[in-house]
Nanobody
Framework: LHVAESGGGLVQSGGSLRLSCTSS????????TGWFRQVPGKEREGLIC????????VYADSVKGRFTISRDVAKNTVYLQMDGLKSEDTAVYYC???????????????WGQGTQVTVSS
């Protein structure tokens, strides 16, 4: 079982980036998939989640209206579209899965290794 993020990189402030979350061994559409980020020295922060039913939950007010999550069932991929990026969005971004839903940040069982996003001001 493997979960992997991709699509990170360097982007200028105000720009956009799309991250992808895929898995070998897990069918993402039957799991809730969440995106998280972490800055060194700080706690991991939950951002947004899509349930197996397609319902969206935004965990962080700081990304409301700028970040969105979507799923492509055929590609077994969940995306995090990030627009209007700010320097404070610089972090390692992780996707994670659970089979209970989006209601609790402690429910996530399967984690990727993370992808670095750096926003230059």
């Amino acid at each position: 079982l493997h979960v992997a993020e991709s699509g990170g990189g360097l982007v200028q402030s105000g720009g956009s980036l799309r991250l992808s979350c895929t898995s070998s061994g897990l069918t993402l559409s039957i799991y809730a998939t969440g995106w998280f980020r972490q800055v060194p020295g700080k706690e991991r922060e939950g951002l947004i989640c899509i349930s197996s039913y397609g319902d969206l939950t935004v965990y962080a007010d700081s990304v409301k209206g700028r970040f969105t999550i979507s799923r492509d069932v055929a590609k077994n991929t969940v995306y995090l579209q990030m627009d209007g990026l700010k320097s404070e969005d610089t972090a390692v971004y992780y996707c994670a899965l659970n089979n209970l839903g989006c209601d609790n940040l402690m429910w996530y069982d399967y984690w990727g290794q993370g992808t670095q996003v750096t926003v230059s001001s």
